[in-house]
């Protein structure tokens, strides 16, 4: 078994006994490149053009119809609890497999390991980095790890993968990946100050070309917040939206957004702006997002009232 749990609720307090990069291991020898930053010893960049027309490939018929060609896809759907369709497993599975020598796939919001499952499906080789809190949707901490945990050991036993536990904008700092970044899909807190951090913040951990994908994109929010995020940062570009027609819609959910990041200069450090940014998210909005969630499982007669007070007209296939 090559995966590991890294539980951490702060990058700090990572075990790092090799170098500042370095992780603890739970497994076997490193399988996807030498391990280290090394942009200069890549034998080829990942091609986002040559992805970008592989896409409809995936697909029997129209994409919009959302029918895999791999029948495996429906059999993760079938077995693992979660929201990702088949359709989304399919696309996810493409980017991994485009990955080269020395990148890695990062995703947010791993749930109870779907999307996780369906991306490392023969895909043997790569590092995976996973970043999960167990808190949203009525999980319970060490109850929702272990249900994660086991639909790994059953889908992704053999491949290179490290969970991280704790906020996905905390966990986002160079100390926690060592390797770029070629795949990022994002599928955390969905706000308009969540959705820029999250591109804000992987930005500098992205490979020099790299697949960002953005789930539920057909929500009017996160549409509007990607969007104004592109129109401001020159070196991301939108390759596809995969649509959804309704709420859940059995071949897209709420929709899949393919965007393309390609650095046209050196590696950045974060704005000043989005460290404020940063901070207020971690310091405020997390611990009261925990907050609600926490209550709404001790308490989940509230939950009917939460949906009433919470705005729900962004988070609506339109």
């Known amino acids: ?25 739970l497994g076997a020898s490193d399988t996807c490149g030498l391990g280290l930053f090394v942009d200069h010893l890549r034998s080829r ?47 996810l599975n493409l980017a991994a497999r485009s990955l080269p020598l020395g990148e890695a796939y990062l995703e947010i919001g791993t749930f109870k390991g ?15 980095f996973a970043v999960e809190n167990f808190m949203e949707f009525g999980m319970a901490g060490a109850d929702a790890r272990n249900v994660l ?17 704790g906020d996905a904008f905390t ?20 706000t308009g100050a969540a959705h820029h951090l999250a591109l804000a913040l992987v930005e500098p951990l992205l490979a020099d070309e790299a697949i960002v994908l953005v789930d539920d994109a057909s929500w009017p929010m996160v549409e509007r917040a990607t969007e104004r995020y592109l129109v401001n940062h020159r070196d991301w570009s939108m390759l596809r939206t995969f649509s959804a027609s309704a709420n859940d819609d059995p071949a897209w959910a709420n929709g899949l957004m393919v965007l393309a990041y390609r650095r046209s200069g050196a590696v950045a450090a974060v704005p000043p702006a989005d460290r404020l940014r940063q901070k ?10 925990a907050l609600t969630w926490r209550t709404l499982h001790r308490f989940p007669q ?8 919470l705005p729900t007209r962004s988070r609506t296939v339109r």
């Open 1 to 25: 078994m090559l995966w590991r749990l890294i539980r951490s609720w702060s990058p700090r307090k990572l075990n790092q006994p090799q170098s500042k990069h370095a992780h603890e291991r």
């Open 45 to 91: 960049i990942l091609d986002t053009t040559a992805f970008t027309a592989s896409l409809d490939e995936l697909f029997i018929g129209d994409w919009a119809d959302g029918r895999p060609r791999d029948p495996r896809f429906d059999e993760i759907v079938n077995g693992v609890d979660g929201f990702s369709t088949a359709a989304q497993l399919a696309v």
């Open 114 to 128: 779907r999307s996780l499952c369906g991306a490392t499906l023969d895909v043997p080789g790569c590092r995976f």
């Open 149 to 165: 945990l086991t639909n790994l050991e059953l889908h992704a036993r053999d491949v290179d993968l490290h969970l991280l536990e």
């Open 171 to 190: 966990m986002l700092a160079p100390d926690n990946f060592d390797q770029p970044v070629g795949v990022y899909f994002y599928d955390g807190v969905h």
């Open 280 to 289: 207020f998210q971690v310091s405020v909005r997390g611990p009261a997002n």
């Open 302 to 309: 509230l939950v009917p009232i939460a949906k009433r007070v």
